[in-house]
């Protein structure tokens, strides 16, 4: 059935309701009717090219949530398109409405293309930033009809809406020039025109051709989005004659656009203080006849460079709660350099949270929604249903996590004396008591588990010796030798393996897998992946060593992607790599621990409901090794005090015990946690016993040849009667 409308404005005023409005009355929660006459009117916009096919289209306008966008392209200095799309990924991962390609160097068509195919947030481009790479001419040379042909072959492509510099014209230019500014004209496209207009001597061709431009625009139901050329670049050229010359010429061009049903978006200020931008508001939308406005920012104070992203979402918020329907993003790198990905994150979230405060203030059906159940998560002390619901629910996990609080339903902040507990717990009925736990009570609770399972070590480490496991090891090329020679000497038995042709059936003819990540390479880690899911397959035990993860992102992902794939029966680190794994990021310069993160006596209560909670979300045993060693699952841990500071004199301990750890669990798979902390017992024990070995000319080869007779020599009962522990 051929189609009866050219674009949404003409399907609107026919009365036709078209797939794109039917979502968005859906998403805005607003009856069809309402919308309909709001889309022929021109208060609200639905910019949906008839070649976005993946597009899910968004309403802008009076009624709608404030929506926003993302910049982002490649320029002359920057010209990473890998690194763009992955900041594209992350706008749509965050829930941006919008994305603008703002790419001024070369060729910037494939990039397009390619961000048109997989985007469903509607996109948006400048033609005047690409016409010079487009047409590979210099200013001077390009003519009215070249600038066209640059919007034509933007539509072709499928963009959904172009920012089009009209509005700067002879006379506008005439009201710039007469004032004067401080910053004169910061718009790049609107400087460029200016440009072209003063050497030519010509007027804006967009101005001057606007009834062709327009034709293209409606052709594929592409949204104007006039651009302010002549927007404030600083505080005090904001509500000047040129900027609200320019929105005066802006609000004609918008009625001829409306007559030739192309919708139509207006842009806004900079830069501008607080007190102004309500009134600015107020004036766009009557001299633009109720339009949609899009603003960048505005910027309520000029001296925070690296932290404008913050200026932006404020004055973004006031504008946005007094009539303002789109905001433009800002990163902490505006005004500094291209944003990278952290900037990029950093400007959705305070734009998001800019347009969200504006909704509620706007009293925008159901606006309140996600607060209201923020409220009631926190009212539960619920933190999985906090994180759920937060804007960026990870980076509040992450830092929740860094510093756990000791006592269960609380932060750190606050402790036992959080406010909301405290109430919860009278209104409950219940006592408030802040006084320590009982000391008899705690004592009970630290007893060694000797005295609860007489022999359990010297059993745990006889039952190893009886059985020998073969164990498969994809281990790091530094320390294989010597992870091979610890376990024949705890009584196992080695197998190395990490050819994808042959790990699954090595795997399925051992008893247990290590997998350590030290030495990562491109053969290595698919064999990683094959022989984890060979022993989850058969019900094997796996232990992940994440050596150095957080010391480089390819560690730090394997290890987490290794996570998210294989279920790991123990996960043994120091403490810097298992907070990594936790949090999905670090910051260690090693394979060794940052001192900053070490387990000591003031912080052994936050690390040890870190590891319970880390065993929790994993279902995997814990074991975090160092000066003090923990082995935890979701609900037991074990302090271990055993070691000695010359184990760090040598490469691998760390290696050698997660081959152990393997060895013990897979002999004794009932109980996997007390195998474990057997295997921590006995690698320090042995350290101790090796250490007192040591003459005066003994160095760390040496040591390193006495630890490993002492696990060879080691048996139950000095096991048993050495090992230092508590349960907590």
């Known amino acids: 059935m051929m189609k009866k409308y050219a674009t949404q404005m003409d399907a609107a005023k026919q009365g036709i309701l078209t797939q794109q409005m039917k979502l968005v009355a859906e998403k805005e929660s607003m009856a069809t009717e309402k919308l309909l ?48 799309m992955q900041k594209v990924d992350m706008a749509i991962k965050f829930g941006a409405e919008s994305i603008m390609d703002l790419s001024n160097f070369g060729k910037t068509n494939t990039f397009r293309k390619e961000l048109i195919a997989r985007s469903p947030a509607m996109i948006g481009t400048v033609p005047m930033y690409d016409a010079l790479g487009y047409l590979e001419k210099e200013l001077l040379d390009i003519t009215a009809k070249d600038f066209l042909s640059v919007v034509r072959a933007h539509a072709e492509e499928g963009v959904d809406f172009m920012t089009i510099h009209g509005g700067i014209n002879r006379r506008t230019v005439e009201s710039f020039r007469r004032q004067g500014r401080k910053m004169n004209i910061v718009s790049r496209g609107g400087s460029l025109l200016f440009a072209w207009m003063e050497m030519t001597g010509h007027e804006n061709p ?19 989005s006039l651009g302010d050329a002549l927007r404030p670049g600083c505080l005090e050229d ?20 409306w007559a030739k049903d192309v919708q139509v978006l207006v842009e806004g200020p900079g830069h501008m203080a607080m007190n102004e931008i309500a009134a600015n508001m107020t004036i766009e939308k009557r001299l633009c006849h109720n339009a949609p406005f899009y603003v960048l920012g505005p910027l309520v104070t000029d001296i925070a460079p690296g932290y404008d992203h913050i ?43 800019a347009a969200h405060a504006a909704d509620i203030a706007k009293g925008l059906p159901n606006a309140r929604v996600l607060d209201n159940k923020m409220a009631a998560a926190r009212h539960k002390l619920d933190w999985d249903a906090m994180f759920q619901i937060a804007i960026d629910g990870e980076k509040a996990r992450e830092y929740f996590e860094s510093a756990p609080p000791a006592h269960e339903h609380t932060c750190s902040m606050c402790g036992k004396m959080c406010a909301i507990r405290t109430t919860n717990t009278i209104l409950e009925g219940k006592p408030v008591e802040f006084c320590p736990e009982n000391k008899k009570a705690r004592e009970d609770s630290r007893r060694p588990f000797a005295h609860m399972e007489e022999n359990m070590l010297k059993e745990t480490l006889e039952t190893l010796r009886t059985t020998h496991p073969l164990i498969h090891n994809i281990t790091n090329y530094v320390t294989v030798n010597d992870c091979a020679n610890v376990l024949l000497a705890c009584g196992s038995a080695p197998i190395m393996s990490d050819d994808c042709e042959e790990v699954e059936e090595i795997t399925a003819i051992c008893g247990g897998l290590t997998i350590n990540i030290g030495t990562l390479n491109r053969n290595t880690i698919p064999s990683m992946f094959l022989a984890g899911k060979m022993a989850n397959a058969l019900s094997h035990p796996v232990v992940l060593d994440p050596v150095g993860a957080g010391a480089s992102s390819l560690r730090t992902k394997t290890a987490c992607q290794l996570l998210d794939q294989i279920q790991f029966t123990v996960i043994r680190g120091n403490v810097s790599e298992i907070k990594t794994l936790a949090l999905g990021s670090g910051t260690t310069k090693g394979v060794d621990a940052d001192l900053a993160d070490a387990i000591t006596e003031g912080n052994l209560d936050n690390a040890l409901h870190f590891a319970k909670k880390f065993a929790e979300k994993t279902g995997a045993i814990i074991a975090i090794t160092g000066a003090i060693d923990i082995v935890s699952d979701s609900k037991t841990a074990y302090v271990i005090r055993n070691g000695h500071p010359m184990m760090s004199q040598i490469t691998g301990t760390g290696c050698m015990l997660s ?54 020599h080691l048996d139950g009962e000095t096991l048993e009667r050495g090992a230092n522990y508590e349960m907590r």
């Open 238 to 257: 904001s509500s000047d004659a040129g900027q609200l010359s320019e929105l005066i010429e802006l609000g004609h061009l918008t009625k001829r656009a």
């Open 37 to 84: 006459g709001l889309v022929a009117c021109g208060q609200i916009a639905i910019p949906a090219n008839i070649r976005h096919t993946c597009l899910s289209p968004e309403g802008i306008g009076t009624g709608t949530k404030t929506k926003i966008n993302v910049n982002l392209g490649i320029s002359g200095d920057c010209k990473d398109y890998a690194v763009e």
């Open 311 to 353: 200026t932006s979402a404020i004055g973004g918020a006031i504008a946005a709660a007094n009539g303002a329907d789109f905001l433009c993003y800002v990163t902490p790198a505006e005004h500094l350099r291209l944003p990278d990905l952290k900037d990029v994150k950093e400007g959705i979230i305070a734009s998001k949270i």
């Open 659 to 712: 081959t152990m750890v393997t060895a013990y669990v897979t002999a004794n798979p009932v109980n996997a946690l007390k195998a474990t902390v057997a295997a921590v017992c006995a690698m320090g024990l042995c350290g101790e016993l090796a250490h007192n070995r040591l003459t005066e000319r003994d160095g760390n080869t040496t040591y390193r040849t006495y630890l490993i007779d002492e696990i060879y």
């Open 206 to 224: 967009f101005f001057e051709y606007y009834d062709d431009l327009l034709d293209i625009l409606r052709q594929y139901d592409v949204t104007i």
